[in-house]
């Protein structure tokens, strides 16, 4: 059984730093496409970032660019969600998801991924 274990939500101010962690279980990462997710109240599920199978290549949604950084330790089983200059619009539950099908290539809709953790509110206060 797969399981997708997100860590490190948290309440912040406005302008403060959160590194987000999930840990794999039940496969291994290396040959998949890892993707990053939220979700704020009353709105969909929106793709935040992906990084493709040896941190090659990484894709971002632009509200995040230059802010956020999504990484992965295959040997560890870990992805990794670093979030910097968070503002309150940055509210939301954060998912880690797995897209089984896809080594290279990143896709950014939902139904794309396979496997998703449970998820980690963070919250940032302005």
């Known amino acids: 059984q797969v399981q997708l274990v997100e860590s490190g939500g948290g309440l912040v101010q406005a302008g403060g730093s959160l590194r987000l962690s999930c840990v794999v279980s039940?496969?291994?990462?290396?040959?998949?496409?890892m993707g990053w997710f939220r979700q704020a109240p009353g709105k969909e599920r929106e793709f935040v970032a992906g990084v493709n199978y040896d941190s090659g290549n990484s894709e971002y949604t632009e509200y995040v660019k230059g802010r956020f950084t999504i990484s992965r330790d295959n040997d560890k089983n870990t992805a990794y969600l670093q979030m910097n200059s968070l503002s309150p619009e940055d509210t939301a539950v954060y998912y880690c998801?797995?897209?089984?099908?896809?080594?290279?290539?990143?896709?950014?809709?939902?139904?794309?991924?396979?496997?998703w953790g449970q998820g980690t509110q963070v919250t940032v206060s302005s």
């Open positions: 039940g496969r291994t990462i290396g040959t998949v496409v």
């Open positions: 998801a797995i897209d089984r099908h896809h080594a290279v290539r990143i896709l950014t809709i939902p139904l794309e991924y396979d496997y």
